[in-house]
């Protein structure tokens, strides 16, 4: 899959963005759940006594339903975003759209190749471990009882956000408000995310707010560009002078033989220092911040609408986009409410709208699951309405998916967030944060509303 992702994105020419790459991981996680889908299923056929064969056939079959409405959902979003969003919101919607259809042929024919190649030449797969084969099995929680205290908890969660929101606001980084660039040069090699870290502690305003600037390499290791908000609405002689004092205090460890204060503001003979600085406008314009907005309302529309045809009941649209609007807000409630509490920063920027359309697709892939596989329990026509205990079936059923799905993600974005340095940091802590909700959405929240809603 990834192979096909880089191998197409090359052949077209694509520049590769950090949304972009939100695109891949989101593609990755997709991928991901469409094999966890068919290897669950296959492992409930085969505990219903099939032969491998059987079972495999059979849970490919019984599977796909599931895997293309889940991809389906998403590509809609995606192709919404490229056509209504600019700029980073295209690049997202670019590699997203490529690695939907990817790892759809990967997850459904690819897979399947290997399998019946195996099978053929006699060789034996087995589905599960002895450490794992018990667990999930005939499980029987009682998700439906458990709704109203997951609503209230849901409505104290929305609440806080939006108080948030209102009261304290998200703090814009460098792309939406601009800022001041420093090309510097050092006398040994650097690395970014260190010389970011480090000035993060001096760039710290009368609140105890910190700011982390985005530090990047210019042609070789010795030089680096920093681009910080500190101080942004500030101007004078004064202010620039306090600002290159900082500047300075920030990176003179990162000096084999550090120059003076004086000498960092003028490079003499030896290059070493500020080389250039300049003031920058932001790169997120008004109509790039409103095209984000609408084609996420877009999203959540196409969502509803595509829904509301393949399973021919508003109430599966209404469970699945309630669930999508509680993620959002309560990720950039978190945003709000953390920013300068965490050691790092939750600046919102182009990668933070990044962040938020991936949790989009990865709340609602994990939502249509479930809702298939209550379709398929019920069938469809006017009578078949989903019941407490067809619900909480459904949800039991793919608990070792959403587990599985949830928890190979979860690993991928931890080591990203550990080992990724200071600048990804933000970004990966609000698709972190928003899948952990997605998916307690996803079985106390949607489903829920659509047992609810289908009573009367």
């Known amino acids: 899959n990834m192979f096909f992702i880089f191998g197409i994105l090359d052949a077209i020419s694509a520049v590769l963005t950090l949304p972009g790459m939100a695109g891949i991981v989101l593609t990755i996680g997709m991928a991901v759940d469409a094999n966890v889908l068919i290897f669950d299923r296959i492992r409930e056929e085969l505990a219903a006594g099939k032969d491998t064969r059987t079972a495999v056939k059979d849970g490919y079959n019984g599977s796909r339903g599931a895997i293309l409405d889940a991809n389906a959902t998403t590509l809609i979003t995606a192709i919404i975003l490229f056509s209504v969003g600019t700029g980073p919101i295209k690049g997202f919607a670019t590699t997203l759209i490529i690695g939907i259809l990817s790892s759809l042929f990967t997850a459904i024919f690819v897979s399947r190749l290997y399998i019946e190649w195996k099978l053929s030449r006699g060789g034996s797969l087995s589905f599960t471990t002895k450490a794992t084969e018990k667990w999930f099995v005939n499980t029987n929680f009682n998700f439906v009882k458990t709704r109203k205290p997951a609503y209230i908890f849901s409505g104290f969660l929305v609440a806080v956000s939006l108080v948030a929101l209102f009261t304290k606001g998200l703090s814009y980084g460098v792309d939406f408000e601009g800022g001041r660039t420093y090309q510097v040069r050092f006398d040994q090699p650097v690395e970014v995310s260190k010389v970011s870290s480090s000035l993060s502690k001096v760039f710290v305003n009368a609140s105890g707010k910190s700011f982390t600037p985005i530090v990047k390499t210019l042609g070789t290791p ?18 620039e002078e306090a600002l290159r004092a900082q500047l300075f205090t920030g990176v003179k460890d990162f000096y084999t033989k550090a120059p003076s204060a004086s000498e960092f503001d003028n490079p003499g003979d030896r290059g070493l220092g500020i080389v250039s600085y300049r003031q920058v406008g932001p790169t997120v314009a008004d109509d790039i911040a409103n095209s984000a907005v609408w084609a996420i309302l877009f999203s959540l529309l196409g969502i509803f609408i595509y829904l509301l045809v393949r399973f021919s009941r508003w109430q599966y649209s209404l469970g699945a986009v309630v669930a999508l609007m509680h993620d959002v807000v309560i990720t950039l409630g978190a945003f709000a409410l953390f920013d300068g509490i ?50 909480n079936e459904a949800l039991n059923a793919t608990l070792s998916r ?55």
Do not use: C, H
């Open 342 to 391: 965490l050691p790092f920063s939750l600046e919102v920027d182009q990668a933070f709208i990044a962040a938020i359309l991936t949790v989009i697709g990865y709340s609602i892939n994990d939502t249509v699951v479930v809702f298939d596989r209550v379709r398929e329990m019920i069938g469809f026509g006017p009578k078949a309405k989903p019941t407490e205990g067809v619900v």
């Open 222 to 239: 010795e030089q680096v560009v920093i681009t910080t908000n500190f101080r942004i609405a500030e101007s004078g002689s004064e202010v």
């Open 402 to 456: 959403t587990f599985n799905t949830s928890m190979t993600t979860i690993v991928v974005l931890l080591v990203i967030f550990f080992l990724g340095g200071e600048v990804l940091r933000g970004f990966i802590f609000a698709i972190l944060f928003g899948i952990i909700v997605g998916t307690y959405s996803s079985l106390f929240i949607a489903s829920p509303i659509l047992y609810d809603t289908s009573k009367k």
